[in-house]
């Protein structure tokens, strides 16, 4: 709870947070970064990136819940196996998210160039 709360402040904190990608598309790409922001590609990609990293944000509170609810089970073994099952299917999860994320950045990546190019 106090990460959602905490969050906020963090990202008016860090500034203008497209600074560092707009320079390495800026220089990997040899174009101006606000050319980079209206192609569709990028837009499909920057939406694909958020709702995955959510994803991973969701499983990784499932993954703190399970752990807790496992601490607090207080030898029960009903609660205990509940628990574990919570727990690893928050961590297969997390691993689908990460796997996706992995394959989207490479096929994205790979449309990028040959659109560059």
Same mark, same amino acid.
């Given at each position: 709870m106090t990460v959602l709360l905490v969050a906020p402040f963090f990202y008016a904190l860090a500034g203008d947070p497209t600074y560092g990608l707009n320079a390495a598309a800026n220089k990997a790409y040899g174009r101006k970064p606000d050319t980079l922001q209206n192609d569709p590609v990028t837009i499909v990609g920057v939406i694909v990136?958020?709702?995955? &990293?959510?994803l991973g944000i969701?499983?990784?509170?499932?993954?703190?819940i399970a752990g807790i609810s496992w601490m607090v089970a207080q030898g029960n073994d009903e609660k205990i196996?509940?628990?574990?099952q $919570?727990?690893?299917? &928050?961590?297969?999860?997390?691993?689908?998210?990460?796997?996706?994320?992995?394959?989207? $950045?490479?096929?994205?990546?790979?449309?990028?160039?040959?659109?560059?190019?």
């Amino acid at each position: 709870m106090t990460v959602l709360l905490v969050a906020p402040f963090f990202y008016a904190l860090a500034g203008d947070p497209t600074y560092g990608l707009n320079a390495a598309a800026n220089k990997a790409y040899g174009r101006k970064p606000d050319t980079l922001q209206n192609d569709p590609v990028t837009i499909v990609g920057v939406i694909v990136g958020i709702v995955l &990293s959510a994803l991973g944000i969701i499983f990784l509170i499932q993954i703190v819940i399970a752990g807790i609810s496992w601490m607090v089970a207080q030898g029960n073994d009903e609660k205990i196996t509940k628990a574990k099952q $919570n727990l690893v299917h &928050s961590i297969i999860g997390l691993l689908i998210v990460l796997g996706a994320y992995t394959i989207v $950045n490479y096929v994205f990546g790979g449309i990028m160039q040959a659109i560059v190019k």
